[in-house]
């Protein structure tokens, strides 16, 4: 069994910055794609952002130019830098990985998932 942890959720005012991190532990890393969603209050879970392999990556709208995310297969994390955040940003952070290919990448059909971390933006 796979296990995502995420950190490095918080609270943060309007222009600041997060990064979050997501340590996978229970089976080999670097063959996983991985990926963000979160989830804001009375909405539907969206995707945020994914990455396969260390170079091919992909953004939500919302996010682009904004967030980043990347991995360190060493120490079998992912990692989502999260700058200029706005009151929009808010919600819960999960983790996600998929152990097999993904015809899309946004579409919530991964694995493998974390608990979530939140992730507060005041305005």
């Known amino acids: 069994q796979v296990q995502l942890v995420e950190s490095g959720g918080g609270s943060v005012q309007a222009g600041g910055s997060l990064r979050l991190s997501c340590v996978a532990s229970?089976?080999?890393?670097?063959?996983?794609?991985m990926a963000w969603f979160r989830q804001a209050p009375g909405k539907e879970r969206e995707f945020v952002s994914a990455?396969?392999?260390?170079?091919?990556?992909r953004y939500a709208d919302s996010v682009k130019g904004r967030f980043t995310i990347s991995r360190d297969n060493a120490e079998n994390t992912v990692y989502l830098q999260m700058n200029s955040l706005n009151a929009e940003d808010t919600g819960v952070y999960y983790c996600a990985a998929a152990a097999r290919y993904l015809n899309d990448l946004e579409k919530d059909e991964y694995d493998y998932w974390g608990q979530g971390t939140q992730v507060t933006v005041s305005s």
């Open positions: 990455i396969r392999g260390l170079y091919i990556t």
């Open positions: 229970g089976r080999p890393f670097s063959g996983y794609t």
